[in-house]
């Protein structure tokens, strides 16, 4: 071997080795590229969750306040349904009772001028008396025969139509209670001056009365009622009459 070949061989160590670094440095970068491009979407895979997150946590709160201001609002619709529905009825109760107060009004007015008619012109307290005890006893008819309270809508309990009818007499028997109990209470307190108010007192019990009862298919027969308000002005007027005639006794 020439000292040529042994400079060679030296030469080409040195390329080698520097060809070792060289290749060595370019594996390192590599690696780390590597490592860059493995590590990098992870975070921000890691960022990219936590913003999804704190997302969802916001859009539950947004939802949640929407909700909340909803269910507010519809409450405050309902409270604004139910006050004004209020408000309806209380105008129609002051516009009815104004109504009733101006019709009391002017029955006091008149019954101030003595304006009162009898119905009845019997001749003796007694006449008087046989009248009312006729009124009564028809009354009493009325209620046999089923005429004082009718059905007007059959109904059947349990399937059975007997049953139903059954109950419905009941209805009828608690019916006319509640409206002669009225009856007796208001005519008990008849006077010269309230005969007129205490008869549509009268009137509007039955009203009353027919329309709570409704639902339950009965009602008072207006012959009831006007049998009741003949014996309104026979007790009235017999009321006047034993007066007149105690006060002539006396004279």
Do not use: W
Request: with cysteine; glycine share 4%.
């Amino acid at each position: 071997m020439g000292i040529f070949d042994a400079f060679k061989i030296k030469d080409y160590k040195e390329q080698i080795s520097k060809l070792e670094i060289e290749n060595k440095q370019l594996q390192e970068k590599a690696s780390i590229a590597l490592t860059m491009q493995q590590m990098e979407p992870g975070t921000l895979q890691e960022l990219i969750n936590q913003k999804k997150d704190e997302l969802v946590s916001l859009e539950k709160v947004f939802s949640n306040r929407k909700n909340e201001s909803t269910t507010k609002i519809d409450e405050l619709t309902n409270q604004q349904t139910l006050l004004q529905s209020k408000i309806t009825r209380l105008q129609q109760e002051i516009s009815e009772c104004e109504g009733q107060l101006t019709s009391v009004k002017d029955d006091v007015s008149m019954e101030d001028f003595g304006l009162y008619k009898p119905r009845y012109n019997f001749a003796s307290a007694l006449d008087y008396k046989d009248k009312l005890d006729t009124v009564r006893k028809n009354q009493k008819e009325m209620i046999r025969t089923e005429i004082a309270c009718e059905i007007f809508r059959p109904m059947s309990l349990d399937g059975s139509n007997s049953k139903g009818r059954s109950m419905q007499k009941k209805n009828c028997k608690q019916l006319i209670r509640s409206f002669n109990g009225e009856c007796e209470a208001a005519i008990s307190k008849v006077t010269y001056s309230n005969i007129d108010r205490i008869t549509k007192r009268i009137e509007k019990s039955f009203e009353q009365l027919n329309k709570l009862n409704e639902p339950n298919g009965v009602q008072l027969n207006s012959q009831y009622l006007y049998s009741k308000i003949d014996e309104l002005h026979l007790a009235y007027e017999y009321a006047n009459k034993k007066q007149a005639e105690k006060c002539s006794y006396v004279n």
